[in-house]
């Protein structure tokens, strides 16, 4: 899935290191909100949380090319 043009991933900063400072994350929503783009950020977000936590059945069949 591609992802809107100009949004960048909300995600919290955690353990894993990716993602924005809480503060950061907070202005772009409220940025999104503001814009009345929150619906279809969160449509997107939505949608790219369940392919990461649900991967494909044949994911482990693709090879990594760098």
Do not use: C, I
């Not at 969160?42 to 090879?63: C, G, I, M, V």
């Amino acid at each position: 899935m591609q992802r809107p043009a100009g949004r960048l991933p909300l995600r919290a900063s955690g353990p894993g290191g990716s993602g924005l400072p809480g503060a950061e994350a907070v202005l772009r929503l409220r940025a999104l909100v503001a814009n009345g783009d929150l619906d279809s950020y969160w449509r997107f977000h939505s949608a790219s949380e369940h392919e990461r936590l649900n991967p494909t059945p044949d994911q482990q069949d693709f090879n990594l090319t760098a």
